[in-house]
């Protein structure tokens, strides 16, 4: 829980760049990233909380093998967020502040989870707590660096 935190740090420092764009680099605002990264961490807490650990059952995908273990990164440009995770048009500084407060909060609860809790992502398939975490920290670290390259170009 502590890398999310400090990678929930790291995303807080750029809230007030939260306007800039940079087409050579994405087509989304700095904003976007942003809030688009607090609601994969928000969705993907709340289906960890809401599962059944008696229901899972690991199965090896090799995708999630690949982007975890082999890769330790995601991809640029191979995937497409969810509509349940793109933001909607308006994003402000005090929006993303406040959903940064209630995702935090969240972040703070994995410790009360089972180990076998579980999320179903649409690529990786089921993630139990460990490796959903694990998946919370390469996304939300992909996304930073999209920031980060927005930023410094």
Known sequence: MKKLQLLLNQLESYIP???KTNTHISESSVGWHTEHSLLVLYAVINQ???SNPDDYKWRFNFKRFLVQTLLKKIPRGRGKAPKSV??????TQAHLINKLEIVRNSVSELALLKSK???TH?????????TAIHFLEL??????KIIEDILRD
């Open 122 to 130: 649409p690529y990786f398939g089921d993630l139990d707590l460990k």
């Open 48 to 50: 960890l909380k809401k």
């Open 86 to 91: 793109q933001p909607a048009d308006e994003i």
């Open 139 to 144: 996304h939300t670290k992909h996304h930073l």
């Open 17 to 19: 760049d939260f306007e």
């Open 117 to 119: 809790n579980y999320f």
